[in-house]
């Protein structure tokens, strides 16, 4: 499979929209608040745990040429350099 040449800001918009159309719901559960979803922004393809790198490197063995986006599940902001993450209750 060839890789799409996409802005970074296509990729973001991309992961969002598949975030939230279809992965939310799956994923927003309790247990899983605080880890890191990656997603194939081309096959909707995602997988989860706590830093993101061994999703990273899954999605990555499975496709290399994957463009790969990661949100922090229940809340707004993957990282802070400030330690606060504000949550987000949708």
């Given amino acids: 499979m060839q890789s799409i040449l996409l802005s970074r800001e296509e990729v973001g918009r991309r992961a969002k929209e598949l975030y939230e159309n279809s992965i939310r719901q799956q994923v927003e559960r309790e247990e899983n608040i605080g880890k890191m979803v990656i997603i194939n922004i081309e096959t909707g393809e995602y997988a989860i745990d706590k830093t993101g790198l061994e999703s990273a490197r899954y999605l990555r063995h499975k496709n ?24 987000d209750y949708r």
């Fill in 64 to 87: 290399p040429l994957a463009r790969l986006f990661g949100i922090r599940i229940g809340y707004k902001v993957a990282v802070s350099f400030s330690g606060d993450m504000e949550r």
